[in-house]
Each structure stands twice: as structure tokens, then as C-alpha cells.
């Protein structure tokens, strides 16, 4: 099965009609293979934090769109410069 380019479709529409046609064939020519997940390379720990430090980090997590994990440790690589 040609794999597509970019090129070759005017619209979704077209797209849609090809994929429907010629999805079957790539899954049938497509080979099984093992795949090895890399153990988990990040140790947790915890940290105390009063309440309005809390409620500080939280509002500042939601203004970026982000949980308050993943702020503060984003804060952290940037102090060490991991970032």
C-alpha cells in the first residue's frame, strides 16, 4: 500500500474515502514487534507545605493550566537548571 503524502488529498472528505479504502492493507502488511517500556526513571518524594503556600501554588498552577505537581517541579528543574 502507497502511504499517502499531503499532497495527494484536496480535502478531509477525500482523505476520510482513502483511509476507509486502504486502512485494512496497512494493517494486514503491518509486522508485530516487542516493545520494552523503560522503568519509570523518576524517584517521588514529599514535601509539607503550609495552607496559604498551598493555595498560592494551586492558584498559580491553574492560571498556567497545570496541577500543582507538576508546577512545583517544573519550579524545582528550572532552580537546578534541568530545563
Given at each position: 500500500m502507497a502511504?499517502?503524502?499531503?499532497s495527494?488529498?484536496?480535502?478531509?472528505?477525500?482523505?476520510a474515502?482513502?483511509?476507509?479504502?486502504?486502512?485494512k492493507?496497512?494493517w494486514?502488511?503491518?509486522?508485530?514487534?516487542?516493545?520494552?517500556?523503560?522503568k519509570?526513571l523518576s524517584t517521588a518524594i514529599n514535601?509539607?507545605l503550609?495552607?496559604v503556600a498551598?493555595?498560592?501554588?494551586?492558584?498559580?498552577?491553574q492560571k498556567?493550566g497545570?496541577g500543582?505537581?507538576?508546577?512545583?517541579?517544573m519550579?524545582?528543574?528550572?532552580?537546578?537548571n534541568f530545563?
Open positions: 502511504v499517502p503524502n499531503k495527494i488529498f484536496k480535502n478531509r472528505e477525500k482523505e474515502e482513502f483511509w476507509e479504502k486502504n486502512y492493507k496497512g494486514k502488511e503491518g509486522k508485530s514487534m516487542k516493545v520494552k517500556f523503560a519509570n514535601i509539607r503550609d495552607p498551598l493555595d498560592i501554588v494551586r492558584d498559580e498552577a498556567k497545570l500543582p505537581t507538576q508546577l512545583i517541579r519550579w524545582v528543574m528550572e532552580k537546578i530545563l
